[in-house]
């Protein structure tokens, strides 16, 4: 069975400041993805990572960083966290055959 | 509770009656679909998925067809149950990208 964990799944911030938000799979898969999920938008991609320190920019990078140190591990920081960053935060893994699994999610409120 | 998705598509279904829940999609090079669920303020559940050289394919009471000409993909469930209200969206993987589209939603409502 996969699964996908992230470390909370309620965070309350204030505005400016740093958070991580942390996402781990057991399965050994080499892409994994971090999106936003917001009422009316839907699913948005803010980044992905195919392989340990690979990361790309997805639609909507902006305000946020990744990283990737091993392979089971990818965290998503926000530098300086904005009351527009209020959001469902949804990493996701992938199988060699492209099935995608989601994590929990976790609820960020900036405040 | 959280919604998902404002102004998402409703479909109401009698409990005990089959649910068809339709997805156009929008890459005819797109070769792989998934369908997922998702309930109120947890994360999307991987329920079936189907790559292009099928047309259907089938597990626990739920069946995913794919359409190739008209590019739409249905997810059905046989005899709807409470516990199947949720949001259901699809999502296609985008050839060469690593990465999927989603679809927009449609809320399932089952009725007593």
């Known amino acids: 069975d996969v699964k996908v964990t992230q470390s909370s799944r309620y965070l309350v911030k204030r505005t400016g400041e740093k958070v991580f938000l942390e996402c781990v799979q057991d399965m050994d898969h080499e892409n994994m993805f971090w999106y936003r999920q917001d009422p009316g938008l839907g699913l948005r991609l803010i980044y992905f990572?195919?392989?340990?320190?690979?990361?790309e920019k997805g639609d909507i990078p902006e305000g946020y960083s990744v990283s990737r140190e091993k392979k089971e591990r990818f965290s998503l920081i926000l530098e300086s966290a904005s009351t527009n960053q209020t959001s469902m935060y949804l990493c996701?893994?992938?199988?060699?055959?492209?099935?995608?699994?989601f994590g929990p999610g976790t609820r960020l409120t900036v405040t | 509770g959280e919604s998902v998705g404002l102004h998402l598509p409703t479909l109401s279904v009698q409990e005990g009656d089959n649910s068809i829940i339709n997805c156009a999609y929008s890459?005819?090079?797109?070769?792989?679909f998934i369908w997922y669920k998702q309930e109120s303020g947890k994360g999307p559940q991987f329920i079936i998925d189907?790559?292009?050289?099928?047309d259907k394919r089938q597990g626990q009471r739920v069946t995913v067809l794919l359409n190739k000409t008209v590019k739409h993909l249905s997810l059905q469930i046989a005899a709807t149950q409470p516990g199947d209200s949720a949001v259901y969206f699809c999502a296609e993987e985008d050839p060469g990208t690593y990465k999927y589209i989603f679809g927009t939603g449609t809320r399932l409502k089952v009725l007593a």
């Open positions: 890459n005819s090079a797109s070769d792989y």
């Open positions: 990572s195919y392989d340990v320190k690979m990361k």
């Open positions: 996701a893994s992938v199988t060699s055959g492209y099935e995608q699994y």
């Open positions: 189907i790559r292009s050289n099928m």
